[in-house]
């Protein structure tokens, strides 16, 4: 079973999220935000995607998966980026510090199933 | 409600002052023995103490001093049968002090005849009916009524008295 | 998804506090563009969620802030009162409409939706000319690129341009399955594939791929989407994807960043439509122009990849900002390690915890008992941890009072503009902890106090002048700790409370009788009798019905009092105080014949001996004070006979010292506080119950009522004899 960790500071979507995720079959870890999600991808936990918010109180989305791309075990693993963010300049920097894509908020259950079925390994 | 039940429902009887009681089954939790009972200061009589169920804190009524008698004698026999209040929201578990436990009994609706306006020696509205088991009738009691945490809560202040202020 | 629903409905409230937070801090003159993110990101957050659970009234009312507050964080409109009245209205009216989806009210009635239309009326200023711009983030598609209409000239297809590492094929992947994958999002309008990268035949390493493609491509998919196709292979690979309708000049980039010869791929972009010869011509002329005349424009000759240069100006700018504002990043640091956990397992770790404090109890006293020193030795180390797991556990569920106190700048605001009043709100301890289950309940209670004072203590700026004092009313929330307890203090600089005006009122209500002579502190004391109520006009903010009596009894139900001083003219100050928590405690064990009682330990002083158990009277001289105490075995009538010593605890409550006095001093042991249950909440004397560690149930004294009680037997008696020296009541205690 593939896993997912899934960061967002919204309990909302990060519950509505993760039932969509369970439902298809994956395993889901949640964090609330950045550093929570740090300290278990420093634990060496094994994760297949990250899905990650952009705007985040504390560290952002951005700051965060550079951090991850720190870590040896998931310099490959893909990242999505869960956002509304509609700048151009954030995606492009999003993208420089290693995400692998992005989903726009509120994303249907079918596109993001269907993202993840693509970039999963 | 008792009375319109048209099944056959179970009863714990017990033994208090030489009478004979009844429960239902359902509001009985668990029956323990007497023991290790701490006793609560300026409360009236029919409030024994408290006792420690596996870890929660259970208010103990002595029945007899509740229906306006001498409170119980403690003998070997003597038990505390825990009850199961399941009031609106909330939930309460109270023991009562009984002389005696006697059985789990059978009791259809057609065997409970409507409790008498005198007669008995407790309150009527402590009971639900009376129970014609063996040729011997048998006091079924209105377990709300008697352990009405509203009623007790007010009886308890009494004695408490203008002490603390 | 009503656990969905659940979380939503506390998830937006959070935000809708933190949204007025902000909004205040704005309106009091904070341009700090963290606040001013910190309000749209909570705008966000509310909306983000009701579209998710689909609460569409939420959804759209709250875009609409959520555009004004863009605007403001982009910088195009500046803060001003109208706009921030504005935006409070909407927090409310967003609060109204969660009521009533909290009440299974998905679409609001006609009232609420014309008053939600009134505010987005008022809100309309703010939101700029373009009407488009509020539906940009409504249905936020892929087409944030800038689309420009090149001279007239519709290219509707993507443009991708790949060049596959070299490893493609090693690590297992093949480009085909890429392309075909590329399929499922739409159609390969025209494909190019260049091979100049394939060396010689000698030369060639069968297991490498050296091959690229440019490709254009017609769909409706995102930018994201079509990367995501090239997800698996993006680490290795060159790729580059332009949207339909690019700009010439993103097109000329591209040419410029891919490795073949400029003239080649100008011809393959001609070739697939994405450009045309004389815009392919113009360009390449304009770009070498500008880089002899190093123009004035950001177009550089070395353009280099248009993805890199905006990294690297994004990343400096991130820094920047990052800097300038180190409070608020080390704030965000605090923010940022905080963990989301459900109150309800907090709630079951404390249980258990208290479990295993009784548990360890009674291990201890089994070990002590056997005699066996390395058992003793075991289970005392075993007591200190958890002592250790009681105290971080019991942390776990302490919460800074801050945020509860955050509430009245809002009360503040709108008291001072329904009554024209001025009326600053200063607030001390913050950062003060308390257990979240009283921060809870202390909230309403503490909600009337604040706008009494403002209501009633504060007086009309006019009236503050003629009695010299300055217009602006003051009103602090204080918190601190003391001696185990925190205090809560509401303090105003008003009127004061009129105490012949207290007193008349309560002859009236039948509270007191006349020619009853009582103390000043006991005529003020009054205001928390029931049915009391100073005010003849009821006003709108506070005074409807709920009496001072219920913020008392609120009080007293935590195991908390709260009592005033009061001086005309002057002001009037409340303090509440409160236990730190509701569950665990360290206690004081005690016996009185065959019972045990305990008392808190942060309550209590000191212990002595009663030298003289023959005395009469109800106090000893201590160190030249009076000590009043009283004798728990006649108190509670405890049976058995007055042994031939006691000992008095001396225990201390909110500054008055009281002498209870006992058989046998136990010693300190670490207690869960089990409630007696509503069958006992008329008790008086009882703060509530623990299991000692030989399974018995051991009564905690409630010091507090013993103490008041102490002081009012000593007041009696000062009445009587002149002789001892008087001891103030307190008493406002349940």
Request: hydrophobic share 45%.
């Amino acid at each position: 079973m593939s896993t997912i960790m899934l960061v967002d500071d919204s309990a909302t979507i990060l519950l509505s999220i993760s039932n969509i995720l369970t439902k298809a079959g994956y395993a889901v870890e949640k964090a609330s935000n950045a550093a929570e999600g740090l300290s278990k991808f420093k634990s060496g936990m094994k994760v297949d995607l990250l899905i990650t918010d952009l705007n985040m109180p504390g560290m952002n989305g951005i700051e965060f998966i550079k951090e991850v791309r720190t870590l040896p075990n998931y310099k490959f693993m893909p990242i999505l980026f869960l956002t509304t963010e509609s700048q151009q300049s954030k995606r492009l920097e999003a993208k420089a510090a290693g995400a692998s894509g992005w989903l726009v908020k509120p994303a249907t259950a079918d596109e993001l199933l269907g993202t993840i079925k693509l970039v999963i390994r | 409600m008792l009375l319109n039940a048209p099944d056959i429902q179970q009863y714990l009887t017990f033994l208090l002052s030489g009478e004979m009681y009844a429960v239902g089954i359902l509001n009985v939790k668990e029956i323990i023995e007497y023991g290790q009972l701490t006793e609560i200061p300026m409360m009236p009589a029919f409030i024994r103490g408290v006792i420690n169920l596996r870890g929660a804190v259970v208010p103990v009524i002595d029945l007899a001093a509740r229906f306006g008698g001498a409170p119980s004698e403690q003998s070997r026999r003597t038990c505390i049968v825990i009850i199961e209040l399941v009031t609106e929201d909330e939930h309460h578990d109270i023991g009562i002090v009984v002389d005696a436990v006697s059985e789990v009994l059978e009791v259809s609706s057609a065997d409970i005849e409507p409790a008498p306006s005198f007669g008995a020696r407790i309150r009527a509205d402590f009971i639900a009916g009376m129970g014609k088991i063996g040729g011997k009738f048998v006091i079924m009691l209105d377990i709300k009524k008697v352990l009405s945490v509203d009623e007790i809560a007010t009886l308890a202040t009494v004695g408490q008295g203008e002490a603390t202020n | 998804m009503d656990e969905i629903l659940n979380v939503f409905s506390v998830e937006a409230r959070e935000q809708l506090e933190a949204m007025e937070a902000g909004l205040l801090q704005l309106e009091e003159g904070d341009r700090d563009p963290e606040t001013i993110n910190g309000v749209f990101r909570a705008a966000h957050t509310i909306k983000g969620g009701a579209g998710v659970v689909e609460i569409h009234s939420v959804e759209k009312f709250t875009h609409v802030l959520e555009n004004v507050l863009d605007r403001l964080r982009n910088g195009e409109i500046e803060v001003n009162g109208d706009m921030i009245s504005a935006l409070l209205l909407g927090c409310d009216h967003i609060g109204t409409l969660l009521d009533m989806v909290a009440s299974g009210q998905t679409e609001p009635d006609d009232d609420v939706r014309r008053a939600g239309d009134d505010i987005a009326e008022q809100l309309r200023p703010f939101l700029g000319a373009k009407a488009a711009e509020a539906a940009k983030n409504v249905t936020v598609s892929d087409a944030d690129v800038q689309r420009s209409d090149r001279e007239g000239r519709i290219n509707d297809c993507w443009h991708i341009s790949i060049r596959f590492g070299r490893n493609v094929l090693k690590n297992g992947m093949d480009p085909l399955a890429f392309l075909r994958y590329l399929l499922n999002l739409g159609e390969i309008a025209h494909i190019t594939t260049l091979t100049d990268a394939m060396p010689e035949a000698d030369a060639m390493d069968p297991e490498l791929c050296y091959l690229g493609f440019e490709i254009a491509f017609r769909s409706h998919a995102s930018k994201a989407a079509i990367e995501h196709v090239f997800e698996f292979c993006r680490d290795e690979c060159d790729l580059h994807i332009l949207p339909p309708d690019s700009k010439l000049e993103e097109y000329l980039l591209l040419i410029d960043a891919l490795p073949e010869e400029t003239m080649r791929l100008g011809e393959i972009l001609v070739k697939s439509g994405a450009l045309t010869r004389e815009e392919l011509d113009a360009g390449l002329r304009r770009q070498s122009g500008e880089a002899v005349g190093a123009g004035d424009t950001a177009a550089a000759p070395q353009l280099g990849n248009i993805l890199i240069q905006q990294q690297s100006v994004q990343p400096e700018l991130v820094e920047a900002a990052a800097t300038k504002q180190k409070a608020v990043s080390e704030k965000k640091a605090a923010e940022s390690s905080l963990i989301r956990v459900h109150a309800d397992k907090l709630d079951q770790l404390i249980d258990l915890v208290g479990e295993l404090v009784i548990a360890g109890a009674s291990a201890n006293l089994l070990a002590k008992k056997s005699g066996e020193a390395s058992l003793a030795e075991a289970t005392s180390v075993l007591s200190r941890l958890v002592e250790s797991i009681r105290d971080s556990a019991l942390q776990l569920r302490m919460v800074q009072i801050g945020e509860t106190f955050n509430r009245f700048h809002r009360v503040a605001r709108d008291v001072s503009r329904e009554l024209s009043k001025e009326i600053e709100l200063v607030i001390n301890g913050a950062e003060t902890e308390l257990d979240k289950s009283v921060v809870e309940k202390i909230g309403d209670p503490l909600m009337h106090l604040v706008r009494n004072a403002m209501d009633h203590g504060i007086e009309s700026p006019a009236a503050r002048a003629a009695a010299g004092k300055p217009t602006a009313g003051r009103v602090e929330l204080n918190a601190f700790h003391d001696s185990g307890s925190i205090v809560i203090e509401v303090v105003d600089d008003g009127g004061g409370l009129n105490k012949d005006r207290i007193q008349a009122k309560a002859i009236e209500k039948g509270i007191i009788q006349e020619g009853d002579t009582l103390s000043d502190q006991e005529v003020v004391n009054l205001i928390f009798e029931a049915g009391f109520s100073t005010v003849e006009k009821v006003t709108n903010l506070s005074g409807r019905g709920v009496g001072m009596d219920v913020v008392r009894k609120n009080i007293a139900a935590l195991r908390g009092s709260v009592d005033v001083k009061t001086e005309m003219g002057a002001g009037s100050r409340f303090t509440i105080r409160l236990p730190l928590t509701l569950a665990i405690i360290d206690g004081f064990l005690t016996g009185v014949g065959k019972a045990s009682y305990v008392i808190p330990l942060d309550m209590v002083v000191e212990c002595i001996e009663l030298a003289d158990t023959s005395v009469e009277r109800d106090y000893i001289n201590l160190r030249g004070e009076v000590l009043p105490f009283v004798r728990l075995r006649e108190l509670f009538e405890v049976p058995g006979k007055q042994p031939a010593r006691e000992n008095i605890v001396v225990v201390q409550y909110a500054g008055q010292k009281a002498g209870i006095v006992v058989d046998q001093l136990l010693g300190e042991f670490q207690t869960v506080i089990k409630p007696l249950g509503t069958l006992f909440r008329n008790m008086r004397g009882i703060g509530g119950s623990t299991i000692l560690g030989t399974g018995e149930v051991a009564l905690i004294l409630d010091v507090q009522a013993l103490v008041s009680q102490c002081a009012a037997a000593e007041e009696q008696q000062a009445h009587s004899s002149h002789g001892v020296r008087r001891i103030e009541s307190h008493g406002a205690t349940a």
